[in-house]
């Protein structure tokens, strides 16, 4: 069929189903239902019949032609039209449902679909009051005579993470990821934390539903998870913010990221709240993706590097990874915190899906696991920039000690306050039961033993009792940070087992706990292990520009350290990633 024979037939159909009169019915599928937490209310995607004649065969007249027709479409159904992709014969559209049925019903329609939420797949590190499954994470390493007992640790600016992908040696022989582009999806960014160095090559705000978010160089990031991120791929040699800012035991100049020399992009396509729409991260990825020289941009490479994902599959959203495949771009994903199946987009054909192990290379219980991982990197307890003063840090002192190792809870107030500790009280000074309380807690310091209970259900006996500040130290070796449920006024901290128990065993006495603001968190994701994934990609392919996007990916899994079982397995897929060796081959 000729182009002109196509525009004729649609146009045909068009005005059939616009008078009410319908051609033979070609069967749609139904707007496949999705829970409620997963699907935008009233808001679809919809994708047209591709047939013989795809978008990429089209001439750039007859491609808008066509794009012109399915939004006559939209229209005609009593649709409304919010983002159209001509290449993949897709658009997002807000439908009623006499719309719905009308579009469904239309022989143009292929499918629709409902426009899902995506979220962000890392948070600031924190334990839960349980015991924690060991599950994977009792593995040995294997594949390159390493042991449970290999751990990397932080050395000045350069994080575990660093370490474990061999940065310092990279850095060393020039390999900084100079002349490729990554280009970061997520919550946004704080191009004003130093270290970015004001050098953010591009930034977008794909979420419409938020307003002055449209700056790099003003608020946008109310999430921190997108700092984070970009921070693990660029953050500056020597550019900290000072001490001040900084966490316990960091370099006075901050972290440095696997790819310094990268130019950085940002779409921003979660929101505040670390959500955003199917449609939303599409706009972004093909943002990203219209950086490539090939399709009028500046960048000869591009990694698209996308910490986040949801649980339902998207037909709109394969097709659009599979166009940005097509031109030439990296997509790579994060797997999921679930300890379940692959999430979307890792999933999908054409995306590297990334799981996390930790310092010892072992898999993060969280990590998702299945067919679909192809590579691991670090994503627990990773340290990076986050939107300055917006983190937390914590410090602790009784009995004339200063404490070592102090974690905040991730709801405590920001505030400082001395005075006399307390012990909790309770079996084993655990303090649970809901309701429990202590009159002697008023005004003072509680000292809480980690135990049987919740965090929250320590926290608040102990607030409601009229404690100015807390104390839980953990009841196992190993620093203790705590997730809550609730915002606190009142500064809440972990502390370490032998800390506690000396503390405990030198009341009645006094004691200090703070909890003020930070420039760099500490946190715990896919997410997390993601950037370092591609970070590392960009690096390879700096080196190796002759390399397509496919061959990147070869190389990048045929050279990867194997964890786990021999050979690519569901928790590791190839294994740990490794730029060095697949650079030089050493």
């Known amino acids: 069929m000729t182009h002109a024979r196509f525009l004729l037939a649609a146009t045909l159909a068009l005005t059939l189903a616009a008078c009410g009169q319908q051609t033979t019915p070609v069967a749609a599928a139904p707007a496949a239902s999705a829970p409620a937490a997963e699907a935008i209310a009233g808001a679809?995607?919809?994708?047209?019949?591709?047939?013989?004649?795809?978008?990429?065969?089209?001439?750039?007249?007859?491609?808008?032609?066509?794009?012109?027709?399915?939004?006559?479409?939209?229209?005609?159904?009593?649709?409304?039209?919010?983002?159209?992709?001509?290449e993949i014969s897709a658009a997002a559209v807000k439908l009623d449902s006499a719309a719905l049925a009308r579009l469904q019903a239309n022989p143009l329609v292929e499918y629709v679909e409902p426009d899902l939420v995506r979220r962000a797949m890392g948070a600031r590190s924190g334990v839960t009051d349980s015991k924690v499954s060991a599950g994977l994470s009792a593995q040995a390493v294997t594949g390159q005579g390493l042991t449970a007992q290999a751990l990397y640790s932080p050395s000045g600016e350069y994080t575990w993470g660093d370490n474990a992908l061999r940065v310092q040696n990279l850095r060393a022989g020039g390999y900084t990821g100079a002349g490729v582009a990554v280009c970061v999806g997520d919550t946004g960014i704080d191009g004003n934390h130093p270290e970015f160095g004001r050098k953010i090559k591009g930034f977008r705000n794909f979420v419409t539903t938020e307003a002055n978010r449209n700056d790099p160089y003003q608020l946008n990031d109310v999430s921190h998870h997108g700092t984070h991120v970009a921070g693990t791929v660029f953050a500056q040699l020597g550019a900290g913010t000072g001490a001040a800012g900084l966490q316990s035991g960091m370099d006075a100049s901050g972290v440095v990221g696997v790819s310094t020399g990268v130019n950085l992009y940002i779409a921003r396509v979660l929101g505040d709240t670390g959500s955003g729409s199917s449609s939303s991260i599409i706009n972004g990825v093909n943002w990203c993706a219209a950086q490539?020289?090939?399709?009028?941009?500046?960048?000869?490479?591009?990694?698209?590097?996308?910490?986040?994902?949801?649980?339902?599959?998207?037909?709109?959203?394969?097709?659009?990874?599979?166009?940005?495949?097509?031109?030439?771009?990296?997509?790579?994903?994060?797997?999921?915190?679930?300890?379940?199946?692959?999430?979307?987009?890792?999933?999908?054909t054409n995306v590297v899906g990334v799981g996390a192990v930790d310092s010892n290379l072992l898999k993060a219980d969280f990590s998702n696991f299945g067919t679909q991982v192809d590579l691991?990197?670090?994503?627990?307890?990773?340290?990076?920039?986050?939107?300055?003063?917006?983190?937390?840090?914590?410090?602790?002192s009784g009995g004339?000690?200063?404490?070592?190792?102090?974690?905040?809870?991730?709801?405590?107030?920001?505030?400082?306050?001395?005075?006399?500790?307390?012990?909790?009280?309770?079996?084993?000074?655990?303090?649970?039961?809901?309701?429990?309380?202590?009159?002697?807690?008023?005004?003072?310091?509680?000292?809480?033993s980690r135990g049987t209970c919740s965090f929250e259900e320590k926290v608040a006996n102990a607030a409601a009792s009229g404690a100015r500040a807390v104390m839980i130290f953990n009841n196992a070796a190993g620093a203790l940070g705590l997730s809550l449920t609730n915002s606190y006024s009142i500064p809440v901290v972990g502390i370490l087992q032998a800390d506690g128990q000396s503390l405990l065993g030198q009341?009645?006495?006094?004691?200090?706990?703070?909890?003020?603001?930070?420039d760099y968190e500490s946190y715990n994701g896919t997410s997390m292990a993601t950037p370092h994934v591609s970070a590392a990609a960009a690096v390879v392919w700096a080196a190796k520009p002759t390399l397509t996007n496919t061959g990147l990916l070869n190389l990048l899994t045929s050279t990867a350290r194997d964890l786990g079982t021999a050979g690519k397995d569901n928790n590791f897929g190839f294994g740990l990633v490794d730029p060095l060796k697949a650079i030089t081959g050493q």
């Open 507 to 518: 009341l009645p006495t006094t004691g200090t706990v703070a909890v003020t603001g930070a």
């Open 292 to 348: 490539l020289k090939s399709q009028g941009g500046t960048e000869s490479k591009v990694v698209i590097s996308l910490s986040l994902g949801g649980g339902r599959a998207s037909q709109t959203e394969q097709r659009a990874y599979t166009s940005v495949h097509g031109k030439g771009a990296l997509t790579i994903a994060a797997t999921g915190n679930d300890g379940a199946a692959v999430s979307y987009p890792a999933a999908y």
């Open 376 to 396: 691991v990197g670090p994503g627990v307890d990773v340290i990076s920039p986050v939107p300055l003063g917006q983190g937390t840090r914590a410090s602790a």
């Open 44 to 86: 679809y995607l919809v994708g047209f019949k591709q047939g013989a004649v795809s978008a990429q065969g089209l001439s750039a007249q007859a491609l808008d032609a066509q794009a012109a027709l399915q939004a006559q479409a939209i229209a005609a159904a009593g649709g409304v039209l919010t983002s159209q992709w001509a």
């Open 400 to 448: 004339g000690a200063t404490f070592s190792d102090v974690k905040s809870a991730d709801l405590s107030a920001k505030a400082t306050f001395s005075g006399n500790v307390v012990a909790a009280g309770g079996t084993n000074n655990e303090f649970c039961g809901v309701g429990v309380r202590n009159a002697a807690l008023s005004g003072n310091i509680a000292l809480i």
